[in-house]
């Protein structure tokens, strides 16, 4: 069965800080990881990756994949509190599931002022 | 930049009733993912739709249906709901099977 798992599953970290968000998966007919970024409300997309080794970088976020490893993480950099969310990576998958996603627990982040 | 539509945002409903949820892709976006939510949980997929056909099916319970039409839209159908079917609803859009997905507000429904 395809799995995909986050960790931490919490953090709690102070403004000005950077973290690093790890998802790792298991999964047959891999295609895409994607890192999306809930707040209340719909998940927003942040990154897709489907090559190994090359980063994505967004302002303060950045993310790689790991395709041996089956990884990818995703960095937050002089974190804001603004930050604070629960950070979903889910797999795209190909085959006959093209087009689904698979998401992980997600990891609760929480930036105090 | 337009995005993706759901309607309603929040639905009240009785056991046994029916629901409809609608979805309005992001323009030009050709394929539709249904995802369920429930409380403290990750999004689980219920299934898609390419170019109006059905292209995935995923943990949908057989009370529920969907569909797709011309105009790229698409309609989750719910039948004799459940306590259990109370969650959040999205829809998700993307320019063609296999590219970044776009998430829509959600529906939160709720089963009294």
């Known amino acids: 069965e395809d799995k995909v798992v986050q960790s931490p599953l919490s953090l709690v970290v102070h403004e000005g800080d950077t973290v690093t968000l790890n998802c790792s998966y298991e999964?047959?007919?891999?295609?895409?990881l994607l890192w999306y970024k809930q707040e209340k409300k719909a998940p927003t997309f942040l990154f897709m990756l489907?090559?190994?080794?090359i980063e994505k970088k967004s302002g303060r976020l950045s993310s790689i994949l790991d395709k041996k490893e089956l990884s990818s993480i995703l960095n937050i950099t002089a974190t804001q509190t603004g930050d604070s969310a629960i950070y979903l990576c889910?797999?795209?998958?190909?085959?006959?599931?093209?087009?689904?996603?698979?998401f992980g627990q997600g990891t609760i982040l929480t930036v105090h002022p | 930049a337009a995005g993706v539509i759901q309607s309603p945002r929040h639905l009240i409903k009785e056991k046994r009733e029916t629901a409809t949820l609608k979805c309005y892709p992001i323009?030009?976006?050709?394929?539709v993912y249904w995802y369920q939510q429930g409380p403290g949980q990750d999004p689980q997929f219920l299934i898609s739709?390419?170019?109006?056909?059905?292209?995935d099916k995923g943990s949908i319970p057989d009370r529920f249906s969907a569909q797709q039409f011309s105009d790229y839209h698409s309609e989750l159908n719910m039948s004799s709901l459940e306590l259990g079917d109370s969650a959040l609803y999205f829809c998700?859009?993307?320019?063609?099977?296999?590219?970044?997905?776009?998430f829509g507000p959600g529906t939160r429904l709720t089963v009294l």
């Open positions: 998700a859009s993307s320019s063609r099977a296999g590219n970044e997905q776009f």
């Open positions: 999964v047959t007919n891999f295609r895409s």
């Open positions: 489907t090559s190994s080794g």
């Open positions: 889910a797999f795209l998958a190909g085959g006959t599931s093209y087009g689904k996603l698979t």
């Open positions: 323009p030009r976006h050709d394929t």
């Open positions: 739709f390419y170019e109006k056909m059905q292209s």
